[in-house]
């Protein structure tokens, strides 16, 4: 297969759910909405340090801006029967799942940035160490819009059903990845959080602002990286046995 | 090299066997038709001929290119309309177009020059800025197959691309597959309406449970079954059909207010019917002998098979 002709397919498929998903209900409400209620709810009425808090902030706000769109994407085009057409294109369904992991990143990338300008504004936050905030910019959105193009992947043409299941995923995630409590304060229970990808993504973004990770950047940006190739795998594996089925 | 060439495709859902050992060699140039019952496995065939779906066991070779190890040129070389696959709602006529083209790899000029003029083929240019979720079904249709041809392929994959339209958009598709045909592509189409694919297709394959059980020409599938003509005749009274049975007549039944009567000896059966209206006093309407349609052929192949 011509390597040019595949990142082509990836990027047309990018294109596309550029489009037509970021305007998507769930998607606003999921990605942008949800994180910044959940913020509030824990922050008003409560003395709590803001700095200290907004890597974790951070780190919520790119799992679920990343996360939105993946679960929606292919279960909407099987209900609305575009599905069928699309793999009939000259792409494969590598470039399927690859094109809308980069979009889901791109997304996330991009709104995380967004607010990460606006809080440094605002708070005037620390940045201890910038070549860290790329890094979890990076593998953060890559890594949670692979867990969103994963929850989709089993075979469906129920969108909504896709979207409770996915959330019924995220949202415990979010308990237990030091957000709400950092993992500097967690003590002997910091185990607890050890299992969920999102700890290590909070953790990059506190060595990044605060300077104050508790894993070394590079485990952090290790483990991310496996996470997102674990991803890509499940979701080819579930895929490719879908167009096998004829789901 | 020949335009599509599958051998020995299987493909089994659970229990059911939907494709049981197809082969099928389209050369280039020819407009192929593959008519079947409901269910008799034309969709699973083109799924697979199209990439969508993996074959049980299998090759399919697009334009000397392998569908399964050479996915993306292959699909480069063809144009599919799905029989139940639709182009993105969220998006303008044009926007499907031109994206599907860009797919294609094809530059800016070039997409915008065919757009325009496929819209305008397609009699949708007065749409093109319209969202497609706004568009009827017939319409939606149209782009598509505006979507399918507008890389010009050498290969055009249709699955009942008529099926629920009227006469006008009906005839738009017809015309459409005859000139992309005229201008290179070879077509492999797949519909219910028998007499449109005879009067389209070089080459018919009738499937019958997941198995072809005749290729030909439609003219030489028509005279597979010249030995058994009928002839339509209408009384000016009212008749029961056992009246008719004779010698010459093997079965008759009624159509409208006409008789049809099957016969192997066309001209003992005139004479027959003659005799019998004389005998009984009736008045004879009308009458005309009429050799097999390619729709006979088909009911009496799959219903034998
Ligand atoms: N994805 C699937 N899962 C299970 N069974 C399937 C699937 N797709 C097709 N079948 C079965 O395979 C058989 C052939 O179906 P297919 O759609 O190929 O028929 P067809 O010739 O296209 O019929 P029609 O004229 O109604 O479109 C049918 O019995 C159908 O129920
Ligand atoms: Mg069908």
């Not at chain 1, 907004?54 to 279960?75: D, H, Q, R």
């Not at chain 1, 799942?97 to 997304?107: E, R, T, W």
């Not at chain 2, 699909?75 to 993105?88: A, C, D, L, R």
């Not at chain 2, 006529?93 to 790899?105: F, G, V």
Request: with cysteine.
């Amino acid at each position: 297969m011509d390597l040019r002709m595949f990142i082509w397919s990836v990027l047309m498929v990018t294109e596309k759910d550029m489009r037509i998903y970021y305007y998507k209900g769930s998607v606003v409400i999921f990605g942008l909405l949800f994180p910044f209620i959940m913020f509030l709810t824990f922050f008003i009425g409560r003395n709590l340090d803001l700095i200290l808090f907004f890597p974790g902030f951070l780190g919520m706000m790119l799992f679920f801006s990343a996360s939105s769109t993946g679960p929606l994407i292919t279960p909407w085009e099987k209900r609305e029967k575009t599905y069928e057409r699309l793999v009939s294109l000259p792409v494969v369904i590598e470039s399927i799942i690859l094109g809308d992991i980069l979009s889901g990143a791109v997304f996330g990338f991009v709104i995380t940035t967004l607010v990460w300008i606006a809080g440094s504004f605002l708070l005037h936050l620390p940045l201890a160490n910038p070549s860290v905030l790329i890094a979890a910019l990076f593998l953060g959105s890559l890594a949670f819009a692979a867990l969103g193009t994963l929850l989709s992947s089993p075979a469906t043409n129920t969108p909504s059903n896709i979207m409770m299941f996915s959330n019924l995923v995220r949202l415990p995630l979010i308990f237990v990845s030091g957000i709400f409590i950092p993992l500097s304060q967690l003590g002997t229970w910091a185990w607890t959080n050890m299992f969920s990808p999102l700890t290590y993504l909070v953790d990059l973004f506190h060595t990044a602002i605060n300077g104050d990770g508790v894993y070394s950047p590079v485990l952090d940006s290790a483990v991310l990286i496996s996470v997102i190739f674990i991803f890509v795998v499940a979701a080819k594996t579930i895929q490719q046995h879908n167009l096998l089925s004829g789901r | 090299m020949n335009a599509i060439e599958a051998h020995n495709l299987y493909k089994s859902f659970g229990q059911v066997t939907a494709v049981d050992d197809v082969s099928i060699t389209v050369k280039k140039g020819e407009i192929y038709g593959f008519l079947g019952q409901n269910g008799a496995g034309k969709t699973t065939t083109i799924r697979m001929l199209t990439g969508v779906l993996i074959p049980d066991s299998g090759t399919v070779r697009i334009c000397d290119m392998d569908i399964l190890k050479q996915p993306l040129e292959a699909k480069m070389h063809m144009g599919v309309i799905p029989e139940n696959g639709t182009v993105y709602a969220d998006l303008t006529a044009e926007q499907n177009i031109l994206w599907t083209a860009k797919c294609y790899r094809m530059d800016r000029a070039t997409r915008e020059k065919k757009a325009r003029e496929i819209l305008i083929r397609l009699e949708l240019d007065g749409r093109k800025d319209d969202l497609v979720r706004t568009f009827s079904k017939g319409m939606r249709q149209r782009i598509s197959i505006a979507c399918a041809i507008v890389h010009s392929p050498p290969v055009l994959f249709l699955d009942e691309p008529t099926t629920g339209l009227d006469v006008i958009s009906r005839r738009l598709v017809i015309d459409t597959v005859r000139h992309m045909n005229r201008e290179g592509s070879t077509v492999l189409i797949t519909t219910h309406n028998i007499e449109e694919a005879s009067a389209l297709c070089s080459a018919i394959s009738i499937i019958h449970k997941g198995k072809i059980i005749a290729t030909d020409s439609p003219e030489k599938l028509r005279k597979l079954f010249d030995t058994s003509g009928f002839i339509e005749i209408s009384f000016e009274q009212k008749i029961t059909g056992r009246t008719l049975i004779t010698g010459g007549i093997s079965r008759a039944e009624p159509l409208g207010d006409k008789w049809r009567v099957y016969t192997d000896d066309a001209d003992r059966a005139v004479k027959d019917l003659a005799k019998i209206a004389e005998q009984n006093n009736l008045k004879i309407v009308s009458v005309a002998t009429s050799t097999p349609t390619l729709e006979q052929a088909f009911i009496e192949m799959t219903e034998g098979a």
